[in-house]
């Protein structure tokens, strides 16, 4: 069921995959205060070069809000003062210059906020992984910024989640399970969750079933149930709706042809 393309949010606990999230040590916390230094890095969009410069404020790399960088990415950016729109096949949003940001009409606390330097506006890097799903990498020692689409290329799941008080989860783990015929057992998929935002590839046409989510904030270990969810490389975005505050419910499926992505609303 194509289901309106919704970023994904919950009423509980979250997931994100460690190995796909940004190095932390990569990213030092951004600051609202005027940077008193910065460095040109060099940004690499799916793999060619851009005109486009980020530059290395206090240790944290960020990403111009140029509409040129993010329509290689599969996004449309508009500007409206200090208020951005963005929208792509399977998300759609807006932030300002504050942590505050509306994913697919639903409010999200970003773990970064966007800061203008010498004219320009830039957002750190970690936003653009947690906003926009994309797969971004920060490499010192070369000074190179590295920002990829997955679409039509993999089956990506990215959102947010929060806690029941509609606070983010601040760490977590998530985990789902695919039958894998060649070991004839259960193959698991463990995600990280940080701020609330989780993003994880899966492998395309591939069933998995539901999420187990553990929030280190708590100490009991939560299993949500929730259909099984079959993605697919160049999938439109597929949504799942919650109807209680315990538990992930609703059909998931998939149609569409571009996105590569989904998205889905855990409730």
Same mark, same amino acid.
Do not use: C
């Given at each position: 069921? @194509? ?10 606990? &979250? ?15 951004? #600051? ?75 409010? %999200? ?27 971004? %990498?920060?490499?010192?020692? #070369? ?18 989640? &929060? ?28 995600? #990280? ?7 994880? %590839?899966?492998?395309?046409? #591939? ?16 299993? @949500? ?15 799942? @709706? ?11 499926? %998939? ?8 998205? @889905?609303?855990?409730?």
């Amino acid at each position: 069921m @194509h289901a309106g393309n919704r970023f994904v949010r919950s009423l509980m606990l &979250t997931l994100i995959t460690a190995f796909l999230l940004l190095p932390l040590d990569a990213f030092a916390a951004g #600051t609202q205060q005027a940077p008193s230094a910065s460095s040109p890095l060099r940004l690499m969009l799916n793999g060619k070069l851009s005109k486009a410069v980020p530059i290395l404020l206090d240790k944290t790399p960020y990403v111009p809000l140029e509409p040129a960088v993010f329509a290689v990415l599969g996004y449309k950016l508009t500007q409206s003062g200090s208020l951005y729109r963005f929208t792509s096949a399977a998300v759609s949003g807006e932030f300002g210059s504050d942590k505050a940001a509306i994913i697919n009409n639903e409010p %999200v606390t970003l773990p970064e906020a966007a800061i203008p330097y010498k004219g320009k506006r830039y957002a750190p890097l970690r936003l653009l992984s947690s906003l926009f799903g994309l797969e971004a %990498v920060y490499r010192p020692k #070369t000074g190179t910024i590295e920002l990829k689409s997955t679409a039509g290329r993999q089956a990506l799941l990215f959102g947010y989640i &929060t806690r029941q008080d509609g606070t983010p989860v601040k760490k977590g783990m998530l985990s789902m399970t695919t039958w894998s015929p060649a070991l004839k057992s259960n193959v698991e998929v463990s995600a #990280t969750v940080t701020e609330g935002f989780f993003r994880v %590839v899966l492998q395309p046409n #591939t069933v998995y079933q539901p999420f187990s989510v553990f929030d280190f904030g708590f100490t009991n270990f939560i299993l @949500h149930g929730v259909d099984p969810i079959t993605l697919q490389a160049g999938g439109d975005a597929i949504s799942s @709706h919650g109807r209680t505050q315990t538990e992930l419910v609703g059909p998931l499926a %998939v149609s569409g042809r571009d996105a590569g992505e989904e998205s @889905h609303n855990l409730r």
